[in-house]
């Protein structure tokens, strides 16, 4: 069984910052590329960042030069340290990875942006 436990969310002014972690289990876990989404109200879950095994990274072009990931191969974690938050940054953000042929999800956890 795969878990995905994401923690960090929180209320936060423009201009603050945040670190999401997301701990999984049940997946042999430094194969596997690990995916951030976001999904705010009204709105469809869209793709933040993703990092592979190996550490390669990618983001989505609104999110560049603010937010970083990375992974902990020895602890199964991949975690999301944002900076700069603005407010369109509100969502609830959720872990994912795609394994075994289909996609699995953490919970998520809100982040709110707001003064």
């Known amino acids: 069984q795969v878990h995905l436990v994401e923690s960090g969310g929180g209320l936060v002014q423009p201009g603050g910052s945040l670190r999401l972690s997301c701990t999984a289990s049940g997946i042999n876990f430094r194969l596997y590329t690990m995916n951030w989404y976001r999904q705010a109200t009204g709105k469809e879950r869209e793709l933040v960042a993703e990092?592979?095994?190996?550490?390669?990274?990618n983001y989505a072009d609104s999110v560049k030069g603010r937010f970083t990931i990375s992974r902990n191969n020895v602890y199964n974690r991949v975690s999301l340290q944002m900076n700069n938050l603005k407010p369109e940054d509100t969502a609830m953000y959720y872990c994912n990875v795609q394994a075994r042929g289909r996609p699995f999800w953490g919970r998520g956890t809100q982040v709110t942006v707001a003064s």
């Open positions: 990092i592979t095994g190996g550490g390669s990274s």
